[in-house]
C-alpha cells in the first residue's frame, strides 16, 4: 500500500527557513505528479506548489520566489524548501502526488498525513 510520510515542520521565527519532506513508499512507485498543500485554521486548503508530469512548476502566488518545490528520484521522497517565512505560512502542509505502482495503469492520488508549520507574529 502506498504511504506518503512527511517530516521537517516546526515552529521558526520570521525571515527563516525550513524544509519539508515527504517520503513516498514502497520503493519502485512512480511519481507522476507531485504538490504540496497547507491548511491554515478555518481557511480552506490551498495549493501552494505544483510540479506537473511534464516537469511544469506552480506556485500560488503568496509563495513565488520564497518556495521551490523539487524531488529525490532515488529516495523516493518530496521536497519543500521554504525561506523567509511569514506569520500567513502559518498552516498544515500536505504533500500530494499521482502515483502508480505497476506500469500501464492510472495514476492514483495519495495524501500525506500533514505537518504543522508556525511562524509567529
Known amino acids: 500500500q502506498v504511504r506518503l510520510v512527511e517530516s521537517g515542520g516546526g515552529l521558526v521565527r520570521p525571515g527563516e527557513s525550513l524544509t519539508l519532506s515527504c517520503e513516498a513508499s514502497p520503493s519502485g512507485l512512480t511519481i507522476w505528479r507531485e504538490a504540496w498543500y497547507r491548511q491554515a485554521p478555518g481557511k480552506q486548503r490551498e495549493m501552494v506548489a505544483e510540479?506537473?508530469?511534464?516537469?511544469?512548476?506552480d506556485y500560488a502566488d503568496s509563495v513565488k520566489g520564497r518556495f521551490t518545490i523539487s524531488r529525490d528520484r532515488a529516495k523516493n521522497t518530496m521536497y519543500l524548501q521554504m525561506n523567509n517565512l511569514k506569520p500567513e505560512d502559518t498552516a498544515v502542509y500536505y504533500c500530494n502526488a499521482d502515483i502508480t505502482i505497476h506500469a500501464g495503469t492510472v495514476p492514483i492520488d495519495y495524501w500525506g498525513q500533514g505537518t504543522q508549520v508556525t511562524v509567529p507574529s
Open positions: 510540479r506537473t508530469s511534464r516537469g511544469i512548476e
